[in-house]
């Protein structure tokens, strides 16, 4: 094709476009839900008995290929327990101008005490607002479940914990919005803990 037709050939292009019907997005007003599996905003779940699920072990934080995460691990005591086992996370931030919720701490979690919300609505003018601190990544406490610090209340030591999550028993209420966009939006209520019950033959093997 002659240099000359370049242009027109490149308009082309935006002639075409012109006569497509535009599809218009009514964000906020109208949010279109997620999918089931998408990777929103963290939150660090809880036991049935409000115990946190976090060990401090910081996995995540050596997982994460962004550096957002960061991890400071204590020793639970008798006075003060905050999860099963010998220590919880004492400071958790993760860095939301730094993360890509590409979800590699999630898989790297060996309790299952981090996980990924469907709300993506983390936009916000100031760098401080974003990174995220515990007390809000922590799922809210259910009707249920006692705010720790306090002693293990679904068995002896860890193990007994480690057994309830292996049965499929998991309990942490759903945060606010935990449903995202377009699925109940940050005033719906917190649902309800997931309780799986655990069989007879399943206890004889545990």
């Known amino acids: 094709m002659l240099d000359f037709l370049n242009p027109i050939k490149g308009f082309g292009v935006t002639f075409t476009e012109m006569f497509r019907k535009v599809e218009t997005v009514e964000y906020p007003e109208v949010k279109k839900p997620t999918a089931p599996r998408f990777h929103g905003h963290h939150q660090l779940n809880r036991w049935p008995d409000g115990l946190e699920k976090c060990i401090g072990c910081e996995l995540c934080a050596w997982a994460c290929p962004a550096d957002a995460i960061y991890v400071e691990g204590a020793s639970n005591t008798e006075e003060a327990r905050y999860s099963p086992g010998e220590r ?3 400071v958790y931030q993760i860095n939301y101008l730094r993360c890509i919720l590409c979800g590699m701490c999630i898989e790297a979690c060996p309790t299952r005490a981090l996980t990924m919300t469907n709300e993506y609505e983390i936009a916000d003018d100031s760098r401080e607002n974003l990174i995220w601190t515990k007390e809000q990544l922590l799922a809210p406490l259910h009707e249920d479940m006692e705010a720790p610090p306090h002693p293990m209340r679904l068995g002896d030591d860890e193990k007994d914990y480690y057994r309830l999550g292996a049965a499929g028993i998991v309990a942490s209420a759903r945060a606010p919005g935990m449903g995202g966009p377009g699925m109940g939006g ?7 803990a997931v309780l799986a019950e655990v069989s007879s033959e399943e206890e004889a093997a545990q």
């Open 88 to 90: 919880y996370g004492r």
């Open 186 to 192: 940050p005033d719906s209520p917190a649902g309800p």
